[in-house]
């Protein structure tokens, strides 16, 4: 708590830190600054609530650390892993071609991107919004067990408004792409062999409402600070063995959340 005292204090004796003999200050300048504060002249924005800012003269020189401002908003990262937003070109030609030249013909013939894609989605819906309830356990069987402890954690750590943020709603994901497809073998077995796909999903929360009413988002919303808050970012990574012979579903082994206004304000 800052109090006019300490200030008054410093204008006294800051001089004999700054190599003076004698105070620069005349004491009229200093019982001038005295009735200022006493007449509170000097305000302090208060933080308040209902995340206004509110200017006030009542304890004018006197600011208060119990009044703090509103919890950040910003996600913390579910998993510590890089963050994806775009697509890349090379990457987007090697996917086609392990797709339609691999995957397909020798893994699994009725493999198709875009079916896999609509398909993602919707675990996006499923997944984010069991999250966002805080039900971590019902992840069973819909990511891997090797990530599931990393996610409870995470999400343990998280308030109740950032959980909130998680929850996406598939018709508000209004682009999506396939960042990079990757085929594995065990180096153990080689008969053991897996495809993995990362993929990225970019979400305007209440987009579906909006277009409900016949509205569509502007082109040039990620620069508006109106949408900005509203934007999202989801990466989430998925494999399936394709194993002679193993009856295998696509899980999650990878996921994350995070909002690119947080990204560009750091």
């Not at 204090?9 to 009229?28: E, W």
């Not at 998280?158 to 180096?187: K, T």
């Not at 808050?229 to 990878?254: A, P, Q």
Request: aromatic residues 12%.
């Amino acid at each position: 708590m800052i109090k006019c005292s300490i200030l008054r204090y410093t204008l006294k004796n800051s001089y004999k830190h700054r190599g003076f003999t004698s105070n620069p200050y005349t004491t009229s300048e200093i019982n001038k600054f005295s009735s200022m504060c006493s007449a509170q002249y000097f305000r302090i924005p208060k933080i308040t609530s209902n995340f206004g800012v509110k200017y006030t003269s009542k304890n004018a020189c006197r600011y208060k650390s119990s009044e703090s401002g509103p919890p950040s908003s910003k996600l913390p990262p579910l998993m510590d892993f890089p963050k994806i937003t775009w697509p890349s070109l090379v990457k987007s030609v090697k996917n086609f071609i392990l797709a339609t030249f691999i995957i397909r013909p020798y893994f699994d013939r009725e493999f198709n991107l875009p079916d896999f894609v609509i398909g993602s989605k919707k675990a996006v819906e499923v997944v984010s919004k069991k999250i966002a309830e805080g039900d971590t356990v019902s992840l069973t069987g819909l990511v891997t067990s090797d990530i599931l402890p990393s996610v409870q954690r995470s999400t343990s750590l998280m308030s109740l408004s950032q959980r909130e943020q998680i929850a996406v709603n598939v018709d508000d994901i209004y682009f999506s792409f396939p960042y990079q497809i990757g085929v594995m073998f065990n180096e153990e077995n080689d008969q053991k062999r897996f495809v993995e796909i990362t993929m990225v999903f970019h979400a305007l929360r209440g987009l579906s409402l909006m277009r409900a009413r016949g509205e569509e988002p502007p082109l040039n919303m990620g620069m508006l600070p109106e949408y900005q808050s509203r934007i999202s970012v989801c990466n989430y990574r998925f494999i399936k063995e394709f194993t002679k012979g193993v009856e295998s579903d696509w899980t999650i082994n990878l996921l994350n959340h995070f909002k690119p206004v947080d990204e560009v304000q750091e």
